[in-house]
């Protein structure tokens, strides 16, 4: 397998009124080709910051400090805008979490699915028409061609994200980036979308980054997982591996958090006592010390670096932490309940 | 609109919906809206008469009538005649003609001016933003009525002379019509203080449109700037803006008027409701008849541009489809 997407110590912040917002603070990964990527993370982790990142979609008040994206070799933070063009929707696609308000109210389905064939890959409005109607079909909506006709209003939610996913496949690009595609979806309908997203993976051989606050998601979609904390990544494993053997007490915290069998949907991944950083006032030093359980000395003064844990099962398996967890006794049962 | 689940299509939900036109669904809304619809036919009338009137018209709007001088309305005279014995109601419907090249002018000019403005401010940010935000706000500071005088005093003869220069050295008949540079004039100062509206009002639409989703699945799709403002940013910017197009039709015939009033509206041989409704004032307590007839027109149509703007809101407005 080879590297389709390496991403190198990548850095945004916001500016605001009195400072900066450090959303994104040296992450770094790989994604190879056909690989299911998925990042999860409590909310304001700066998941979404992150990958806005790699396309440089990111709103004017952010700026990208740092950091390295190639794209098969070349950088995507270099490349001009021209360029830039062509990778969006033409290599890398993206589906996002409100499918509701993701189409343009003002175009019927058809104009919207055929503009970015017409302008990535150079098809007549009628070649592109024609594609759309089987697109449709192949993300599940049947009568495609009729539909075209149609505005997004006349679709529901689960039907617009199905569209979305159509014209982010559209273009048969390398990279799928799906950020919360389901969370906005009833239950039922964001099974379905999972598999249809698995489905087209396995027909296309896209890699997809899926990012999500649902952990039985992950296992059912994800090669990967990487679990990311105030803009650090601070554990990144294998999907078996994640599971059996979390090495970061954040991690730990997140199974904790599973939902159980009789649970409701999605549940958000909050349940570790305490609260995130400041982001505006980031410690130099492990940024969970405030939430862990596991704390030592050490842990207020440095800041671990994500490296491969001890006996691991698999050489890509990192952790950023101090502490080997299996050989400490805590108390409580898990984190969250000291301060 | 239902939604409803069906199992035979491969277990996938199916909106059912009215596969009808989006713009039909518009206009049913808006024929839906009572005052809309009332403030239709004044609109329709105007631009009726505006294009037809010299065929309508009783009297020609110069021909005077002597032995009628100020007369009050009668069988003869519908409305009544002016000091020169003019008769008001052919003026009145001349003075159509007036009213509606003003307003789609201007607004027009202000209308393009104002889009392109506030598209770039919104759409680029920055500096280019900060300069036109100082713009606008430099613009709306200064009183109307006091700018269109200025620009009058400042402007109107410098350019009667140009013309007559351009006359000497070309022979063109064209530059010995100096009503030209009454248009050019009123057109522009009108222009002037309209567009910062515009521009302010597409420049707040465009910030928030931007950062709605379609816009960033848009731009993540590879979609040129260009293409994402034209047929994302604009079309749903469009209902606030037909809005603030047509009151702001009314507004420029209204100011129009105020510009007559004070002596630096369109002095044309055509009759403007503005000058009548100056001129009517001079004697409003003995010869009412002169004031009422255009006031009247001129409150109806203003009032009826502000009515239809509403209801074409309502109409256009996307929220309203289930979106
Ligand atoms: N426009 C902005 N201005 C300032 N800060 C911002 C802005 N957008 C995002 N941030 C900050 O960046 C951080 C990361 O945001 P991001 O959207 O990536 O989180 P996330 O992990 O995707 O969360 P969620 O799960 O809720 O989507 C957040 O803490 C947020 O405060
Ligand atoms: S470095 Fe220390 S504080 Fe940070 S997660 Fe590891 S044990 Fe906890
Ligand atoms: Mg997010």
């Known amino acids: 397998m080879s590297v389709l997407l390496d991403v190198q110590e990548l850095q945004t912040r916001f500016q605001v009124r009195k400072g900066y917002v450090y959303a994104v603070n040296g992450v770094s990964f790989k994604l190879e080709e056909g690989e299911t990527l998925a990042v999860v993370g409590e909310s304001g982790c700066g998941k979404s910051v992150t990958m806005l990142s790699l396309v440089r979609l990111l709103p004017p008040a952010a700026s990208i400090e740092n950091g390295k994206v190639l794209l098969r070799g070349d950088d995507l933070l270099q490349i001009d805008q021209r360029q830039l063009r062509d990778v969006r929707g033409g290599q890398i696609g993206m589906i996002f979490q409100d499918p509701m308000t993701s189409l343009n109210p003002f175009i019927n389905i058809g104009t919207q699915m055929s503009e970015p064939l017409i302008y990535h890959r150079g098809m007549s409005k009628k070649e592109a028409l024609a594609r759309s109607a089987e697109l449709l079909e192949m993300v599940g909506i049947p009568d495609g061609e009729a539909r075209l006709r149609e505005y997004p209003h006349q679709f529901s939610g689960g039907m617009r994200q199905r569209v979305m996913i159509a014209m982010s496949m559209s273009c048969e690009p390398a990279v799928l980036i799906a950020d919360e595609p389901t969370t906005a979806l009833d239950v039922t309908i964001q099974a379905q979308i999972v598999e249809l997203v698995k489905e087209l993976r396995d027909r296309s051989g896209v890699a997809v980054i899926w990012i999500t606050h649902d952990l039985s998601v992950v296992a059912g979609i994800a090669d990967r997982v990487i679990v990311m904390y105030a803009g650090y990544i601070v554990e990144e494993a294998p999907v078996d591996a994640l599971f059996e053997d979390p090495r970061h007490p954040y991690t730990v915290g997140l199974m904790g958090a599973l939902p159980s069998l009789e649970g409701d949907t999605g549940t958000r991944l909050t349940t570790i006592g305490g609260s995130p950083p400041d982001l505006e006032d980031l410690p130099d030093f492990c940024p969970f010390h405030t939430r862990c359980p596991y704390s030592i000395d050490r842990c207020r003064t440095e800041n671990p670096m994500l490296e491969p844990v001890a006996d691991a099962s698999d050489r890509g398996h990192r952790a950023a932490c101090w502490v080997d967890i299996r050989e400490v006794e805590v108390q409580s049962n898990g984190a969250g309940a000291s301060s | ?323």
Request: glycine share 10%.
């Open chain 2, 1 to 323: 609109m239902t939604t409803q689940e069906i199992t035979a299509t491969g277990d996938i939900e199916i909106a059912e919906a009215s596969r009808t036109n989006l713009w039909r669904d518009a206009v049913a809304r808006l024929a839906a809206n009572r005052l809309a619809v009332v403030a239709i036919l004044p609109i329709v009338l105007l631009f009726f008469i505006a294009a037809f009137g010299p065929f309508l018209t009783p009297y020609d709007f110069l021909a005077q009538d002597f032995t009628a001088r100020l007369a009050s309305p009668s069988s003869e005279h519908w409305l009544g005649t002016d000091e020169l014995g003019r008769d008001v109601f052919s003026r009145i419907l001349y003075g159509a003609r007036t009213a509606v090249s003003v307003g789609l002018v201007s607004t027009a000019i202000s209308l393009i001016v104002g889009l392109v403005m506030g598209s770039l401010a919104g759409y680029l940010g920055g500096r280019v933003d900060m300069l036109v935000v100082w713009l606008t706000d430099m613009t709306r500071s200064m009183p109307a009525l006091l700018l269109a005088i200025v620009i009058n005093l400042t402007l109107k003869v410098p350019l009667e002379a140009w013309m007559e220069q351009m006359y000497l050295a070309t022979k063109n008949g064209f530059f010995r019509q100096t009503m030209w540079v009454d248009l050019v004039l009123v057109f522009g100062a009108l222009a002037l203080i309209q567009w910062p509206g515009y521009a302010r009002l597409i420049r707040g639409q465009i910030l928030s449109i931007r950062s709605r989703n379609y816009v960033l699945a848009a731009r993540a799709l590879g979609m040129p700037t260009g293409r994402i403002l034209t047929r994302y940013v604009i079309p749903n910017a469009m209902g606030p803006l037909i809005v603030a197009v047509s009151a702001g039709m009314g507004g420029a015939m209204v100011l129009e008027s105020a510009f007559s009033f004070l002596g630096v509206g369109v002095q044309l041989p055509i009759p403007s409701w503005g000058k009548m409704i100056s001129d009517g004032l001079r004697m409003w307590q003995t010869h009412p008849h002169l004031l009422v007839g255009p006031a009247v027109m001129m409150a109806v149509i203003t009032v009826s541009f502000a009515w239809l703007g509403d209801g074409l809101n309502d109409a256009l407005n996307p929220r309203q489809w289930g979106g």
